[in-house]
Every structure is written in C-alpha cells, then in structure tokens.
C-alpha cells in the first residue's frame, strides 16, 4: 500500500534529530545547555489554572465549533485594545497556531499553488504546505541583511499565476527580525496590487525589544480582505501545551470556509479555551515583565556571539530567537561533535542547525538558530560554551 | 481573490442547519426535545476534573508530539486488555477522533484518489476527504436491509486502480448497526487481496447491545498492515469537550508518515490528555452501566418508532443512533414545519434530515438521524411527539 506523494514530501521535525545525541551525552554524565528548542520557561500565570480547577461541568460536552464565547470575548477585546476591533465572525477558536494556520493554507491552497515564505522560516509551515499540493517558493535573505526581505524588487520577481498569498512570521522565528510599518506596508500593498492573501503569523507580538509597539498586518484598512492574522496563547503567555490558537480575518468569504473545517473537527478543548480566556485578564505588567526579561537574555545572547570571532549576526528586535552565521563549515556536523566530542566542565550545549529553516538546499549549512529560553546566568555559561566550543571545532 | 477548490467542495454541517428554526421557536415559548445531537448526556466521570485539578507545573509546556506518556499508557493498557496489544509507535495521541481520521487520509490520500464509505455515513468524513483532495465512492446501503453493507457482490464492482482505503465506523454512525465478526473479516479480506486500507472509526466500541463485546479490526492478523483504527475518549467516557484521541495501527509504516504531521503541530493538549489517561482508569462497571441506559433508551426509541405506521427501521445494535425512513415526502421540510408549524402541548421534536448522511445526490430525503442522548420519559415523550408530528404532516 502506498503513501500519498504529500506525505512524502514531508520530514519529520529537523528540530528533533538531535535528541538521541543529547541522550547518549547525558547518559555519559554531559550537562546540556539547550539552546534549540522554542519552549519557554516563564512560569503560565496563575489565571490559567485557576480557571481550569474551578471550573465544573457535569458533562465535558463540545465547545461551539467556533470557540467558547470567554475565549472569543477574551480575544476580541485583546484586539480591540491594540485599536483593531475585528467584528464577530472575525475570530475563529483553534487548537494553537498551528492549527489556524493549516485552516487558512486548506482554505487558500490548491495543488501546484504556490505560496511566497521568506526563508529561513519556521519548519512546520513546509509540511502544513506540503499537505495542501502547493509549493512554497521561498523569498531569500541573508545574515548579512539581517534577514531583512520587505522589498518590491525582491519578491515582485518571484509572483505568478499560481502564486496564492504570502506567509510571514513577525516577530520572526528564526530570525528575531521584526518589520518596521513601512516594511509591512510594503506586503501589504504588493497583496492587494496582486490579489494574494497575507498570511501573518503573529504569536510573539508581545516580544519586541525596539520600545515601541509593534504593529500588525490589520492595520492596514486597504487590505482587509487580504491580511489574515495567526494568533495564539502559547508564546504570549507561555501556556504552549494549552493549544489554544486563533484564526483572525476580516474576510468574511475566507472566514465563513475556515468555519467549515472548524464544525467538522467539532471543537477546540473546551476546558483549555476557558484557562486561555483568563490569561487574557492578566495586565499590561505581566507583558512589561515578560519582555524585559527576554530582551536582558536577548542582549545577553548577542553580546555573546559577538565575542565569537567571524559570527554573522545583525542583533535581533523579537521574539526569542537569534539566527547566526557561525565561522564553521557545517553546523550539523558541528553539533553532533559538540554531542559526541566536546564538553567543557562535563558540559555543552544544543542549538538547533539552520539548514532545516531552509527550502533552498544547501543554504544555511554554516547557520544556527539559538532559542534564548534560559535563564541569565545559565545563558551566559551556554554562550560561553558555544565559543569554546566552536574554537575546538576548528582546531580538531 | 480565490478559495481552493477543496474547501470550497466542502459544505457547512448540515446537522447545523436548523439551529436558527430551533432558537426562532424557542423564542415562541416552544420546547424542543432534541433527538438531533450526538453529545451524550452521562456525566463525566470525576477521575477526569480530578486529574485535571491535581495536575501542577510551573510551566504548562508542550506535551511529546506523540502524546503524553501516561495517556499513551492507558491506550496501550486498554488494546491490551482488549486482547489486542499493540507495540509502542502504534498509538499516536490525537486531538480528538477527527485528527486522528484528518492525519490517517492525508497520509493515504492524493488528488484524485478514491475512498470507499458505506452510505449513510457521518457527514465529517466528507470534508476530511475533500481536504484531501480525493473522491467518496459511497457503498450503497438500504433501511431495508438494515444499512448491511459488508457483501464483496457489493464492495468488490466498486473498486479501481484509484482506490485507496475503505472507511468504515462500526458500530455505525448514523445507522447503529454493528458488524458481525464474519462481515468484519470480509472487509479485511477484501482490503488484503487489494491491497487497500481499512480504517475503522471504533470510537463507539463500547456501545453494542448484543450482549457480546464487539470485534475490533484490530483482530484480523492477516490485515495488520492494512489496519488503521481510530478511537477517542468523546464518546465511550461522555468526554467529547476533551479532544482526545488516538490513531492506532501495526503498521509502522503509516505510523511514521503520521509522526510527520504530529510533529509539525506539535501536540495535542496536556492537561486534557491527562485527563484522558484518568478515564481509562474506570472499572468495567462503568461500561456496563453506560450499555445498559443506552440499551434501554434504544429500545424506547426503536418501539415508539415502530409505533409509527410506514416507518422502516431495523432494530439497531449498537452506537446511540438509529436511522430510520418516515412515512413522509422529504425530511427536510417535515423537521421545518416540525419547528415552524407544528407543537404539541407547546413542545416539538428535532432530529437530523437523511440527505447530509448521503454522498449520492437524492438518497436519504425522507430518512433521519435520531440521536437516543434523552433520559427515558423524556425519550418517551420526544418518541409520541414525532409520532405525532408525522400525522398532523401528512394530513396537513
């Protein structure tokens, strides 16, 4: 029996692939700094919980297909406040982004469709792509540029007739890169002149270092029915295992065939919609909190590469990640000897090799994502450890 | 800007269809037993809320791609006490039984593929098809003979060189009948010779009321490979605000090709699938007492049927469903009048029209869907009242 050609064109996670490696290590006694995974330790507020234990129910029935109306209350306000108030209908319920964001591409994609994504891009959208036929043709970047793409001359070449919508993540995961309003006006209005759809992945919009907050692809009125926006409670109040997410747009012909495969899937969990509903209610201080913390271990994180000689690496503005060039040949061969070979006090560290962020082979070899999830002090030694160890890398 | 082919293929939930008719006589005063709902009304059991509430952690993470461990466990546990275990990698943890079936097709189907479902079948199947590009070839069936289905005469003329799998539920969604073992292997012989796959929805496994357990296609060694069940705590625990699920097989093939997309949306919800670990902690006489309020609301609801002159029904085995053809033109329009006309000491009936149960355009019009999730008077009364709904139609 056959697999079908979708499926097979899909890899499992690169993110992954170094698991057994750091077992092996740690059953050898090597304490692993880990750097590559997007997971973070803040502590999920209180709130979440509390809704969740007090909650009662005799019969845990489903929720509306289109979400539980504290959830739905809960996030409508949250746009309302950022001065983007979405009408009903606007908000779709999902199990995370992750599942927002295959509705949207089932919705928009069809085989042989091609959807733009500025690469390196977060590793699942391939395979969320891959299940719907189309391609992705990736819109390239460089370290140098600070992965900088919101020019007309860089992705007007790269539309065609069966170029569907663009996909961005911002604030970016890999990159940490953030697009000023001029950029993403830029998206916005190559969108609209094209008829394509703008698909705006903005869970860490709550992690920007620049001052200022930051804006989101709904603001800009002429293209409404273009943006469609990724939301979800995972990053934002570090409740990822919640898989709570929403699907925003004010396309209501887009919206009312999300709300198709929405019924048909019945549900998101009920009693985590009402857990995210309450992380809602948190205040304006737990954000400044949560953002001060991450952008210490951002300057932190940068500050240490830059004491590595020949990385490449413009300071990131959000999120929580850092994508470098690193003075190496290959960063996968280089992390499976910082596994297998190396350790500095019984300890090394994990990042995560950029290759797999990629959808032009060969591109990204020398390149690693750092995930800055670690507290300050354990951050500095996990820097300190990188350096080390790339400096025997070259020397072995 | 355009919607993709497949979504646009893809209908809004028919079962749906009549909410707006039900709030509008509410609004009248009128009382509506809803016989059109397949969310049970047996309380959860507490090992569920209980685990909920004692679970603590700083940092509600994300839980392994392929489930939490203990969950894991419990499914393992509960094959094994079934008498079918199933090696680790067999059980992947899904957001309820509808990811399960959703990753099951799109690791099978491509464009253009075909699947075979007896018809009447619940109507979800079709936009998870449609997702995937591939066609429905419906297996016909008759309330006549009971919805049987499991004859190779009628299966084998239906299958080409673009068949893929055979979807079946069992015990059946919306026709509650119940495959014998004999017909079971008939299935599985067939999907052996022609190299297909049978995925069988068991999720309402626990309800059959013949007395004996109910076979799984788990049980057929010579289809191992062939076999992919899907289950759910929805159902068998009053638990579908949960969604949590399991996709099961033996064939570690697909189970790899299904990691790729538990992987790429990183896992199902924690807290719920801790929860779902908790139900599988129940005693056997949890189950038989659940069979035996089912048991008696399907005999309420077959007798007040067969009440009714013209209606043609064959007792149903298993599930809480009956399907049954009514002794009038067309259903849609009888559950309207039903809503908008008709009342009986100010209350009315709902239950869900045939025709969304059907692939081929016609079939099932005058046919409906009763869901049996009514305590016994209240059945009762719901049973006379469409009783008396169909007379007062007819001689209208």
């Known amino acids: 029996m056959k697999f079908s050609s979708k499926i097979l064109k899909c890899e499992l996670s690169p993110i992954r692939k170094f698991a057994p490696y750091a077992a092996a290590a740690r059953a050898r006694g090597i304490a692993i700094y880990p750097l590559n995974i997007g997971q973070p330790d803040i502590a999920t507020p209180n709130e979440y919980f509390d809704a969740v234990k007090n909650f009662s129910t005799p019969v845990l029935g489903y929720a509306p297909s289109d979400g539980v109306p504290e959830y739905l209350d809960a996030v409508h306000g949250y746009y309302e406040k950022l001065g983007q108030p979405v009408d009903r209908g606007g908000v779709l ?20 469709d091609e959807l733009l994504v500025p690469e390196p891009f977060y590793t699942n959208y391939a395979t969320f792509a891959a299940l719907t036929g189309a391609e992705i043709r990736p819109i390239p970047t460089t370290p140098e540029e600070g992965f900088r793409y919101a020019e007309r001359e860089r992705i007007e070449p790269l539309i065609n007739e069966r170029t569907r919508a663009i996909l961005i993540t911002n604030p970016g995961n890999p990159t940490g890169s953030v697009l000023t309003r001029a950029e993403m006006r830029v998206i916005a209005d190559i969108a609209v002149e094209r008829g394509l759809f703008v698909i705006s992945d903005e869970v860490y919009r709550e992690f920007t270092y620049g001052g200022e ?49 929405c019924q048909a899937r019945l549900c998101a969990a009920t009693l985590d919609q009402v857990g995210a509903a309450a992380l809602y209610s948190v205040g304006p201080e737990y954000f400044a909190a949560v953002r001060e913390e991450y952008q210490r271990r951002r300057d932190t994180a940068y500050a240490g590469l830059m004491r590595i000689p020949g990385v490449v690496c413009r300071r990131p503005e959000g999120a929580f990640y850092l994508m470098a060039k690193l003075p190496i040949d290959n960063t996968d061969t280089f992390q499976q000897w910082m596994l297998e070979e190396f350790s500095d006090r019984g300890e090394t560290v994990m990042l995560t090799p950029g290759e797999g962020f990629y959808a032009t082979p060969g591109k990204g070899v020398n390149e690693a994502r750092i995930a800055y999830v670690l507290e300050q002090d354990r951050l500095e030694r996990a820097m300190e450890l990188l350096a080390l160890g790339i400096e025997a890398y070259n020397k072995r």
Chains 1, 2 share one sequence.
């Open 213 to 261: 907050a930051m804006a989101s692809m709904l603001e800009f009125e002429h293209a409404h029915d273009n943006v469609v926006v990724i939301d979800s409670v995972s990053k934002r109040f570090s409740a990822c295992g919640a898989r709570v997410g929403a699907l925003i747009s004010r396309n209501s012909g887009l919206m009312k065939q999300a709300l198709k495969i």
């Open 93 to 112: 319920a999902t199990e995370g982004g992750s599942e927002a964001l295959s509705i949207a591409l089932e919705c928009i994609l069809d085989e042989g």
